[in-house]
């Protein structure tokens, strides 16, 4: 789809929500660049550094005890590591790209931006569960515990940088759970919304 | 007992919050002391005595807080004005060499005298962050230095990470070295009444020793790592030294102001100036010479640190009037049994590991009281002690990314180019360098002094 402005979408995700499939889904709908943890090849690449190192903080919340702030400046790998992931979308958003971005509080991040449209996608626990056991392979018992595990990270993570809360339907344009329509019947209504935005 | 539990409560509440890092630390320490005034010295201790004592306000308005004439002036407990003074200066100093672009043209101006080799550059920015953080404090030397080791790690193709690990490790080094290099310094020796020489001719003497065996050791381990190309580039240009100052005048400026102020701190012992009228008057001429940067460089002064000192010495100030210092001094006394050569290396082991994890700052304005205590009661010398908790506390913070602000500052700087550095990786070549210094420091002590 030819775009006449900029488009970012944001898409913040429970696990196992398949927020990031239905992000996938939508970057192919309307031809855009999508971002996740890729992203950080991307630093690597243009940073001359190991992608490995980066990948090994992504997303995760800073380590308490462990970090120290001095004159804003934080010793934090976690906390360095979102902030060249911040750089970098601010970066793209200021030049004028148009892209998908899963997490990384890119609600909040572009928020200044005009052209973002921001979602939160949440899931059924029952479903969140069966879809973690289905793509990871594992018990009940352990897609309970990554559920759970994966939940709590991302929710310490983006409370860090964010004043609004992860998953507060106030930060986001939209919140919407996957479980009512399915991923593809989601991903629809999401089309359908941000044609009517961009349309505006 | 109750004004004892209290102090102590708010102390660890306060270093608790500290190492919490959710706070920002002056206002951690600013709201504890209002806690200590509180609660310490009025409602349990009904002192106003200790109130103004601790607050120490009148210290400023008598003549040995300025000029000593030769004599050391009488030791006082409560906020140490002369290092918030002296502190202050330096911040203003340090402003206007920066904005004149005086680091920046000093690192290229080594670079381009050692041909812009990666090994050579490697030594000497080793040699100059020591030297550099003997006068100035160790972030402002670090932030520079990383900096420009970054654009030439990128110009001349080499990894930058070993080489900012070693600066960061010997501007603490550095630090160690003078009585205004490192803030611990600047609390023992305007408590102490120690003078710049007394520091340059005991810890400076340790420190040079150690700086040999730590340049020889950061070489062994890093010269292979350093000598790989990363991308294989060709240099296209060499940058010229001079392209760094920003205004020539204010560059001249600030280098003599700078020397005045190395030449002054040297022979503060002898010309009768305190290090508190040393750190105003150099921030006056300063504030003179800046012209229309004036207000740059009054924003530039770190006014969080200098708040957070005050606080600190309130809470510190608590746990003196309380005599719960008096009491750790006893049972350090009670451990060593008396002896010298276990008290030092009580010091200087205990300051050494807890700085390693805990700010060194509120750790060193706590243990000067408890060293003043020991030393008292066990009839030692307490500069013996005092070259012990210096180099404790300042090469202790060296071993860990948290330990000192230099260490954060630098991890900080390299990794907005994409240099992680983690506990593991930075702790590997750190801990090895500092259990070295601190066995130099414990055998120096006990051969020079017990």
Redo the contacts between chains.
Sequence with gaps: MELKKQLIISIGREYGSGGHRIAEELAKRFGLTFYDYHMLGEIALDKKVDVKTLEKFDELPKTPFFSRTVKGYSNSPQENIANLQFDFLRKKADEGESFVIVGRCAETVLKENPNLISFFVLGDMQDKIERTMQREGVSRGEAEELLARHDRKRKTYHNHYCKIKWGDSRGYDVSINSSRLGLDGTADMMEEYIKKRIAE | MAAQIAAVLIFLVMFLLI???KIERHIITLGCAVVTMVVVFGICMHSMTALTETLNVAQIFTRGFWYTAGEASESSAGINWATIIFVAGMMIMVEGMAAAGFFRWLCMTIAKAVKYKVIPIFITFMFMSSILAMFIDS?TVILFLAAVTLELADLLDFDPVPMVLAEIFCANLGGSATMCGDPPNIIVGTSLQLTFADFITNTGVLAGISLILVVIYYYLIFHKELRVK??GKVVAEYPDPKSAITNKTSFAISTVIFLCAVVLLVTHAQTGLTVATIGLGIAIVTLITSGKNIVKVIKGV?Y?TLLFFIGLFVVVGGLEQTNVLKLIAEFIGSVSGGNLYVMVAIIIWVSAIASAFVDNIPFAATMVPVIQSLAALNGVNISTLAWGLSMGTDIGGSAT??GA?A???G???I?????????GKYCKSAVPATIIVMVVATVGIWLRYC
């Excluded at chain 2, 907005?416 to 506990?423: D, L, R, S």
Aim: no cysteine; net charge neutral.
């Design positions: 190492i919490m890092d972030i990363r991308t770190d969080k990314p948290i602000s260490n954060v500052v991890m900080s700087v990794a907005k180019e994409g240099h992680i550095v983690g506990w």
